[in-house]
């Protein structure tokens, strides 16, 4: 086989598919594994897998990706939506933000019933106005939303749940325009 000035023969190509094909063995997988953790903090964790293959690698990434626990608005009950924003797309923006909340205060939601130990509830009550010159509450964050515990057992929890981001864009008004939202 040519392909212009290299040559590559087929006993070449036949030894490198067999070292690549050899059995899987654990403990060469751990001798040959190296890792190095270079940052951490309460958002991320960064470091340095070395020896390992990519397919290997991207399955221990989509693992910590599904196992992280994790809580997010998924029912929206709108009472009055002016903007220009359709109420479903509102919705489904809500429900991409991350909330920040203890995992370990909670159980996973089995049933269609919402409990102080599987949710949590939140509101969100804005009106943009126009004072003179100077226009207010023109853009919705999602430091604007507000948590509203269940009962005396979740105003106890630490740390108080709300988004992860305080500057998440969610919508911007125009003056005159609202947005009410409980859940």
């Known amino acids: 086989m040519s392909i212009s000035k290299y ?3 087929n006993e070449e190509i036949m030894q490198e598919y067999t070292k690549k094909s050899e059995q899987f063995s654990l403990k060469n997988f751990i001798n040959g594994l190296e890792y190095e953790f270079n940052e951490y903090n309460d958002e991320e964790l960064i470091f340095t897998l070395k020896g390992i293959d990519v397919a290997i ?12 626990p994790t809580m997010a608005i ?6 009055q939506n002016t903007s220009i924003i359709p109420d479903e797309v509102l919705a489904h923006r ?15 939601k089995t049933e269609t019933e919402h409990s102080t130990d599987t949710s949590i509830k939140f509101k969100l009550n804005i009106k943009c106005k126009k004072e003179g010159e100077k226009i207010i509450d023109s853009e919705v964050y999602s430091n604007h939303l507000e948590w509203i515990p269940f009962d ?21 008004l125009a003056p005159g325009q609202v947005i009410i939202i409980r859940k």
């Open 7 to 9: 040559t590559l023969k």
């Open 57 to 68: 690698a991207n399955t221990l990434r989509r693992i910590m990706i599904a196992e992280v």
């Open 74 to 79: 998924e029912n929206v009950i709108i009472y």
């Open 94 to 108: 809500l429900g991409l933000i991350p909330i920040l909340a203890n995992p370990s205060d909670f159980n996973y």
């Open 152 to 172: 005396q057992k979740q105003n106890k929890l630490i740390p108080k749940p709300r988004p992860v981001d305080k500057d998440i864009l969610i919508a911007k």
